[in-house]
Structure formats: structure tokens, C-alpha cells
T-cell receptor, first 117, second 116 residues
Framework: ETGVTQTPRHLVMGMTNKKSLKCEQHLGHNAMYWYKQSAKKPLELMFVYSLEERVENNSVPSRFSPECPNSSHLFLHLHTLQPEDSALYLCASSQDPLAGAGANVLTFGAGSRLTVL | AQKITQTQPGMFVQEKEAVTLDCTYDTSDQSYGLFWYKQPSSGEMIFLIY??????QNATEGRYSLNFQKARKSANLVISASQLGDSAMYFCAMRRSAGGGNKLTFGTGTQLKVEL
């Protein structure tokens, strides 16, 4: 496996369910990110982890709970979601978590398409 | 606050022709980075090209070039010799270079369709 892998690719859940999205990166990167992509809106940064420590939480509702057990894995735990949470959730990683100099490119996974009924 | 504007929700181009996708940005920072990503229907965001605000030359990567006009705050993507596989959503993004960490602000994207 190479790059950034996200599972599941598609998820349908009811508002009372609890589910988790998983992200795994095989690039040896030190930072991982969760982005939300809703229709006709710019990507929204949700969380940033640097070396397994959360460094950014962009006012995300508590029904989204991230977990980063190691530098290669990132989870997004979901519970009591709302229909407006339906979106594509993209995971990304980068070599350097904080430095803004140079390209320091974010490498994205293919996303998990979430539908909340 | 930073903002990215992509005014073209959709574009059509014929195969083998060149196409320009527009991007303007708003920032008060002197140092920043500009990115273009491609998102095919499969969902994955694919990095295409990067331009630093202090880079004197426009960035090029194969068939992709970035027409960077700092005074106009524009960073248009030029795709030469379009191919059917170029059909996708294209996103312009910006990152602060000082104190902002590695966080990108994205535009709303342009849907490009390449026709025979």
C-alpha cells in the first residue's frame, strides 16, 4: 500500500449510530489532517495532528471525535450526527506539520463519502 | 483572513487545446504559498503545482504552469495540450508561510470537461 488510504469509501448511517472513519498513511509523514468537503463549499479543515498530538481543532462539533494513536493512523469517530454532516471526509498527511515554508505538500486520500439519514 | 476566489464554476475545452483556470486570492501576508489540486470523480485530491510568493519565476510541472501575477493577486493554472483524463474538479489553495502552520485555504473549485 502506498500513499494515504481511507476506509470505508462509503458509509450510510442513521443519526443515532456510532461509526468511525479510518485513515492510514504509508509516507512516513509527521502530520495528519481531517478535511470536510460539502457540495459547493470550499474544503474545511477540521483537525490537525502533529506527531500524534492534536494541534488544531477548528470549532468542530463534539459529535466528531478524532483519534491519532500513532503517526501513521488517524480516526474520526462519529456519533449522533445530523443530516447536514453528510459530506466527503478527506484525510491528508504532510511531512512537516507546522512549517509553512516551501511546498510541504499535503497528500490526500480518496475520501470517505458519508451520508446521514 | 485569507480568501481564495475561483469564479469559473465550469469550463469546457477541446482535446489538445490549452485552458486557463482562474484563481484570485486575498491576503495581507507578504509570504505565502499557492497550490493547485485536481480532484477526479474518484475523490482523491491530487497535488499539481506549487508557487511561493517570493519565487521569481512562474512554476511549471509538465503540462501545468502557474501564471503568477503578484500585484493582481492572481495565480491562474494553465493546462497545455488538454487530455480527456484532465476532466476533473480543480482547486486553488493558499497557505500562510509565517505562523500559519501547514493549513490550506481552498477555493470552491472549477469543473473542467475536456471534449473530443
Amino acid at each position: 500500500e502506498t500513499g494515504v488510504t481511507q476506509t470505508p469509501r462509503h458509509l450510510v448511517m442513521g443519526m443515532t449510530n456510532k461509526k468511525s472513519l479510518k485513515c492510514e498513511q504509508h509516507l512516513g509523514h509527521n502530520a495528519m489532517y481531517w478535511y470536510k468537503q460539502s457540495a459547493k463549499k470550499p474544503l474545511e479543515l477540521m483537525f490537525v495532528y502533529s506527531l500524534e498530538e492534536r494541534v488544531e481543532n477548528n470549532s468542530v462539533p463534539s459529535r466528531f471525535s478524532p483519534e491519532c494513536p500513532n503517526s501513521s493512523h488517524l480516526f474520526l469517530h462519529l456519533h449522533t450526527l445530523q443530516p447536514e454532516d453528510s459530506a466527503l471526509y478527506l484525510c491528508a498527511s504532510s511531512q512537516d506539520p507546522l512549517a509553512g515554508a516551501g511546498a510541504n505538500v499535503l497528500t490526500f486520500g480518496a475520501g470517505s463519502r458519508l451520508t446521514v439519514l | 483572513a485569507q480568501k481564495i476566489t475561483q469564479t469559473q464554476p465550469g469550463m469546457f475545452v477541446q482535446e489538445k487545446e490549452a485552458v486557463t483556470l482562474d484563481c484570485t486570492y486575498d491576503t495581507s501576508d507578504q509570504s505565502y504559498g499557492l497550490f493547485w489540486y485536481k480532484q477526479p470523480s474518484s475523490g482523491e485530491m491530487i497535488f499539481l503545482i506549487y508557487q511561493g510568493s517570493y519565487d521569481e519565476q512562474n512554476a511549471t510541472e509538465g503540462r501545468y504552469s502557474l501564471n503568477f501575477q503578484k500585484a493582481r493577486k492572481s495565480a491562474n493554472l494553465v493546462i497545455s495540450a488538454s487530455q480527456l483524463g484532465d476532466s476533473a474538479m480543480y482547486f486553488c489553495a493558499m497557505r500562510r508561510s509565517a505562523g500559519g502552520g501547514n493549513k490550506l485555504t481552498f477555493g470552491t473549485g472549477t469543473q473542467l470537461k475536456v471534449e473530443l
